[in-house]
């Protein structure tokens, strides 16, 4: 039996620069799922993402979602893709056995927390206070560096890291640190600078979209202390829930994140096409 793909739609182009189709996963011309293939609004034209691939219960556990995985991946080829994406539920073992077997790597992590009716406080010593306008453009300017040489240190082209880094604070922080929603916070402790954090407060939950703790004062669980400071804001805000984003391999805010009871949702899995 042959498993192909059969587009169900035309090539469509989007405002924001991306593309995508939807396809037909057949056998022998017989449909038995379907394939949604786009490319990253955030990552460029050279990183494909996978959006959806769903394979009718009659005909799994059969190859069939592996083969057209595959043949998504021809596809992206042909657009010129260098790299393809997928985000998985942190429930779909199937799934991420699946992506795992093609040579998918997890790059990072999604994780939530949904926070208790008494926000915890603040150890002896600490204090929050927000961030003034010259610390901002610093902190931007070395967060911009940092947050592209990860993505580079990942896979992505210089120029296009570079490019992700720039265009994903303009478009989250459109009037800098007057943005509504966003919160920047510097972390005190007995008297001395120790820290920065930024939180999104969102319709539904809040997010923490940088933590850092200052490089002379690490080790002494001022990290910690600035993750209880996002779930008082988080909290004050009214908001249930505090997501963040960990990429692998930082075992250290991993450890940390899981002691404070954040779980994982969600995979993003990542494959560079050769």
């Known amino acids: 039996m042959t498993t192909t793909l059969r587009p169900a739609e035309p090539l469509r182009h989007h405002p924001d620069g991306t593309r995508s189709r939807r396809y037909q996963v057949c056998v022998n011309s017989r449909p038995v799922g379907d394939i949604h293939l786009g490319t990253s609004p ?10 959806e691939l769903r394979i ?3 005909d799994r556990r059969r190859g069939r979602g592996t083969v057209a995985a595959l043949a998504a991946e021809e596809v992206a080829r042909g657009w010129g893709c260098r790299q393809i ?12 056995r699946l992506f795992g077997a093609l040579g998918y790597t997890v790059r990072n992590r ?19 206070r927000p961030m003034t306008d010259a610390e901002f453009a610093a ?16 896979g992505l082209p210089e120029a296009d890291a570079r490019a992700k880094a720039h265009n994903d604070h303009d478009r989250l922080l459109p009037r800098g640190p007057a943005t509504d929603g966003m919160v920047f916070s510097v972390l005190e402790h007995d008297g001395a600078r120790v820290g920065t954090l930024w939180v999104a407060l969102e ?3 809040a997010f923490v979209f940088d933590v850092e703790t200052d490089e002379a004062h690490r080790g002494h669980g ?5 993750m209880l400071l996002a779930e008082r804001q988080a909290a004050g805000a009214g908001l249930p829930v505090l997501g963040l984003n960990v990429f692998a391999g930082n075992a250290p805010a991993e450890r940390l994140y ?15 096409l050769l």
């Open 42 to 51: 955030s990552l460029g034209a050279s990183v494909a993402r996978l959006l």
């Open 56 to 58: 009718a219960e009659p």
């Open 85 to 96: 994406e997928t985000l998985v539920p942190a429930a779909a073992d199937s799934a991420l």
């Open 110 to 128: 999604g994780m939530e927390k949904r926070l208790g009716a008494t926000p915890p406080e603040l150890p002896p010593g600490s204090r929050a």
């Open 139 to 154: 902190w931007q300017e070395r967060e911009s560096e940092r947050y592209a040489r990860e993505w580079t240190e990942r």
């Open 203 to 205: 319709a539904t939950k």
């Open 222 to 226: 001022h990290g910690r202390t600035l």
């Open 258 to 272: 899981a002691s404070l009871g954040y779980e994982t949702v969600t995979h993003s899995l990542a494959k560079p």
